[in-house]
């Protein structure tokens, strides 16, 4: 059975209590995320009681060190975040990934690739088809393109 994509229902992902909303860079689908890169305020407030109460179980057994099991317990929610962070980032109608972008372009276009050739193979094969991943792949290339040239561009007037 073929799948239909989101971008040729119009029918998006919701996703629950967002915490940034935005369009895709690439295919322009409106976009929401829970995580953000960094904790937040209400996540340090969590990592606090935990630790109190943690701190608090384990007195008898450790005594006064047991108010440093904070600094482990803050590492471990930092990580949990940004694994849950990058694992939401990507686009889900695209395979965009910006932090790639920024790092690699040609990995993120590979990313992009892969992407349809592993989620949408009926449209990755058909030639003529509007996503076809080739076009999505060029269109990353085209703007890395843009981007280099109104740098170019802004260092001229700088000039
Ligand atoms: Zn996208």
């Avoid at 969590?46 to 608090?56: G, K, N, R």
């Avoid at 372009?105 to 989620?119: G, H, L, M, P």
């Avoid at 991943?133 to 109104?150: G, M, R």
């Amino acid at each position: 059975m073929s799948q239909i994509h989101p971008l040729q229902t119009g029918r998006f992902y919701k996703v629950k209590n967002p915490r940034k909303s935005f369009l895709c860079a690439l295919c322009s689908a409106p976009r929401s995320m829970k995580y953000s890169k960094n904790l937040s305020g209400k996540n340090y407030l969590q990592i606090l009681i935990v630790s109190i109460c943690l701190s608090w179980l384990l007195y008898p057994v450790m005594g006064v060190r047991a108010v440093l099991l904070i600094f482990p317990l803050w590492m471990i929610a930092e990580v949990i975040n940004k694994l849950l962070y990058r694992k939401e980032l990507p686009c889900p109608y695209c395979g965009f990934d910006a932090t790639w972008y920024r790092r690699d372009v040609t990995i993120a276009q590979r990313k992009v690739k892969e992407f349809w050739r592993d989620n949408f193979p009926e449209i990755d094969n058909k030639e003529q088809q509007p996503l076809h991943s080739q076009k999505v792949a060029d269109a990353i290339v085209n703007q890395q393109q843009q981007e280099s040239l109104d740098v170019t561009q802004s260092q001229d007037q700088v000039i």
